[in-house]
Nanobody
C-alpha cells in the first residue's frame, strides 16, 4: 500500500525557514518522481515543486521559486522541502505524493506563517 507521512510543519514568523519531510512507502522510491503540494484555507490544493529521477532536475511553482528547494534521500525513502524566506501566503497544509500519480493523500503537515 502506497503511503506518505509528512512532518516538520510549524508556526513561524515571516522570513524564517522550515524543512518539511515526507517518508514514502509501498513502492520503489527511487523509480518515481516526487512532488510537494499544498492547500491553503478555503483554496484548492496546488502543486508546489517536483523532482525528476532521470536527471535530478527540479521544477517549482512561480510563487516559491528561489525560496523553496525539493530534494530526496533515497536511502531513507524521504523527500524534503526546504522553505526559506517564508511569507504569510505560504500558510497551508503541505502534502507529498508521487508526481503525476493518483495516490491517496497523506495527513499532511501544517505550516503557519504569521507575525
Amino acid at each position: 500500500q502506497v503511503q506518505f507521512v509528512e512532518s516538520g510543519g510549524d508556526l513561524v514568523q515571516p522570513g524564517e525557514s522550515l524543512r518539511l519531510s515526507c517518508v514514502a512507502s509501498g513502492f520503489t522510491f527511487i523509480d518515481y518522481p516526487m512532488a510537494w503540494y499544498r492547500q491553503a484555507p478555503k483554496k484548492e490544493r496546488e502543486w508546489v515543486a517536483s523532482i525528476w529521477r532521470a536527471d535530478g532536475g527540479t521544477d517549482y511553482a512561480d510563487s516559491v521559486k528561489g525560496r523553496f528547494t525539493i530534494s530526496v534521500d533515497n536511502a531513507k525513502n524521504t523527500v524534503y522541502l526546504q522553505m526559506n524566506s517564508l511569507k504569510t501566503e505560504d500558510t497551508a497544509v503541505y502534502y507529498c505524493r508521487r508526481a503525476g500519480r493518483p495516490d491517496s493523500w497523506g495527513q499532511g503537515t501544517q505550516v503557519t506563517v504569521s507575525s
